[in-house]
């Protein structure tokens, strides 16, 4: 069987699933079992595949198949410059996410070293990415799982920077450090009618941990605007990403807490995705 052959079988297996985007997936899955580039396939369509890479290529199509997110499959996910090791312990990075690196590095001079924390790290993409372009800063990564914690240090480690960040497996409640100059989160803030409604792929394999929010969508956020002020010096900034339909009650929780919205941004699709505000008293 060659490359080509291999592709459609894979292709019209997935389609049978519905699996999105079933045509990249397949040559993800081949990239990664004869650990070549996608183009490298495509360029040498007719290349002849040995018995072992197929067995290896069936195993991880079947994964997908059920629905499986390629990012699990393949072991990583590109995350603004960079490539982040992903695992079932952690969500998978979202482009969306991104927006709070774009908005967080405006409020991090170049040439200043502000102090960082980053509130459920998860795989560590956020203060990861953050600290690859303001070296200067110091940060502290928490998150509630041991797991994602482990995670997060091992992609540290990748980027060279176990040195430039304290992971610490803590709930935010009982945090005690303080002094912050800023304070960046993506916590869980999907609520439980939403949860249900989610993609199988992200319902049946993400970490629920890592996404659910209660049943209203705001335990989390609550939580972690109430203990910001705390943590945070005056002035410091609190970046947060939120659900779409949660502007006006976050807003809200924000001014009742002291803090004032400096900006609310919208996400690739034109959605409420990201607050910045700053702690007033």
Not at 248 to 277: E, T
């Amino acid at each position: 069987m060659n490359y080509n052959q291999i592709l459609k079988k894979g292709e019209i297996y997935l389609k049978k699933n519905k699996i999105k985007n079933p045509c990249l997936d397949v040559e993800l899955i081949l990239s990664k079992v004869l650990n070549k580039k996608r183009e490298e396939i495509i360029l040498n369509s007719n290349n002849k595949l040995k018995k072992i890479d197929i067995i290896k290529f069936n195993h991880y199509l079947l994964r997908r198949h059920q629905n499986e997110p390629i990012a699990y499959i393949l072991g990583y996910k590109n995350f603004w410059k960079y490539r982040f090791l992903t695992n079932k312990s952690v969500l998978i990075p979202r482009p969306d996410t991104e927006l709070v690196i774009e908005e967080t590095l405006k409020n991090l001079p170049n040439d200043k070293s502000k102090k960082i924390l980053d509130v459920g790290t998860g795989s560590g993409c956020i203060i990861v990415s953050l600290i690859k372009e303001r070296p200067k800063c110091t940060a502290t990564a928490i998150d509630i799982s041991i797991k994602a914690i482990n995670v997060a240090k091992t992609n540290a480690k990748i980027h060279q920077l176990e040195n430039k960040i304290n992971f610490v497996n803590i709930d935010i409640d009982k945090f005690k450090s303080n002094n912050y100059d800023l304070i960046v989160s993506n916590p869980p803030y999907i609520n439980s009618i939403d949860f249900n409604r989610l993609d199988n792929d992200i319902k049946f394999h993400e970490p629920k941990l890592a996404l659910s929010g209660g049943s209203d969508g705001f335990r989390d956020l609550k939580k972690i605007i109430f203990k910001s002020k705390k943590l945070l010096k005056v002035n410091g900034k609190l970046i947060l990403e939120i659900g779409h339909k949660q502007k006006k009650q976050c807003a809200k929780i924000l001014h009742d807490n002291k803090f004032y919205i400096n900006k609310i941004c919208k996400d690739l699709s034109g959605k409420d995705r990201c607050i910045v505000s700053s702690k007033l008293q």
